[in-house]
């Protein structure tokens, strides 16, 4: 990504190359580690910059903050992960369970600030909620615990017997979400599930027109930070193929996709922002308890139901939070 369109992304913040801003010494640093692109995640950073700002921290004026980012290689994050350590930037933040993996992996006592999907506990991340102890903390926006929701609306919108789900076999997150909680609500509903791999740009191509030809009626994209950063590419393929799909977030049914159903991230960021505030401040992160952010959105685009042929129950209208008309 080009340095302009860097500085767009985040709303004008000034980035400076990390020897640049290894000369502003008296600055505080904190090293903000994304697994994905920026693209994935600007107005998440732009959330916790802003939270950072009213807690009086101002990017570029008494503090620096350092972006590395993996785009979508997850084999790089140990390296980055060490980079900060080596570098002793002041706190680091991580955007994915991924990142947050590889940063814990390479320090036990610069403070981390973590914001992820799924379970910090079950995740090994922390040792309770409440009680995180050691040098995490953060914020859990639940979308691994409501993931199986999105299988029963697209069910509830179409009734099927096979639905496809679309995973990024580099997340080893994904395995055991699929098996435990996806299979579960499989079962429930009397759905076979029909797996569907991809990690690349091309491999979304060839994925999402073999929903059809594997015989599922619908598709629900699993959570990944990969995917987050192709939600208009992943809502064209589903249109241009009529594969009614949902995901977890409003960017993908913004760009066509028929339904979105998970948390809000920039209010979960921003959450993690206040506690990144808090800690520079001189608080502990095992002193903070793991924070849920209950933020959760039911976005409908009626115009991708209509070129499909699909008629959502008024029920399910009169629940969302969103209809795009």
Do not use: C
């Not at 994904?174 to 091309?202: D, W």
């Not at 209950?294 to 129950?313: D, Q, S």
């Amino acid at each position: 990504m080009q340095r302009r369109e860097f500085i767009s992304l985040l709303g004008g913040a000034t980035v400076w190359p990390l020897a640049a801003r290894a000369q502003q010494s008296a600055m505080l640093v904190v090293g903000f580690l994304i697994s994905s692109s920026l693209e994935a995640y600007g107005r998440d950073v732009n959330a916790f910059r802003e939270a950072l700002r009213e807690a009086g921290y101002v990017d570029g004026k008494n503090i620096a903050i350092e972006y590395l980012i993996a785009d979508h290689q997850y084999d790089r994050l140990p390296s980055m992960a060490a980079d900060f350590v080596r570098r002793k930037v002041t706190l680091i933040a991580t955007a994915s369970t991924p990142a947050t993996r590889a940063a814990k992996a390479a320090t036990t006592t610069i403070p981390i600030i973590f914001t992820i999907a799924g379970d910090p506990v079950k995740l090994g991340l922390v040792q309770s909620l409440s009680r995180p102890g050691n040098n995490l903390t953060g914020v859990t926006n639940q979308n691994v615990e409501i993931a199986p929701k999105r299988l029963e609306l697209l069910h509830e919108v179409l009734p099927a017997k096979k639905v496809a789900l679309l995973v990024n076999p580099a997340n080893r997150n994904t395995e055991t979400l699929v098996k435990e909680e996806y299979a579960a609500a499989g079962r429930s509903l009397g759905v076979e599930l029909h797996i569907l791999m991809a990690s690349s740009e091309s491999e979304i191509d060839a994925a999402i027109p073999a929903v059809s030809s594997v015989g599922a009626r619908g598709l629900v994209i699993v959570a990944d930070p990969f995917f987050n950063s192709r939600s208009k590419q992943l809502a064209a393929l589903a249109l241009r193929h009529s594969v009614p799909a949902v995901y977890q977030y409003r960017e993908f049914t913004a760009a066509g996709g028929l339904m979105s159903y998970g948390a809000s991230r920039a209010a979960a960021y921003r959450l993690s922002g206040i506690y990144a505030g808090r800690v520079l401040k001189g608080e502990k992160p095992a002193d903070l308890p793991v924070q849920q952010s209950a933020k959760v959105e039911l976005i409908i685009n009626l115009i991708t139901a209509k070129a499909l042929g699909i008629t959502f129950p008024l029920t399910l209208l009169g629940r969302a939070d969103e209809v795009i008309e």
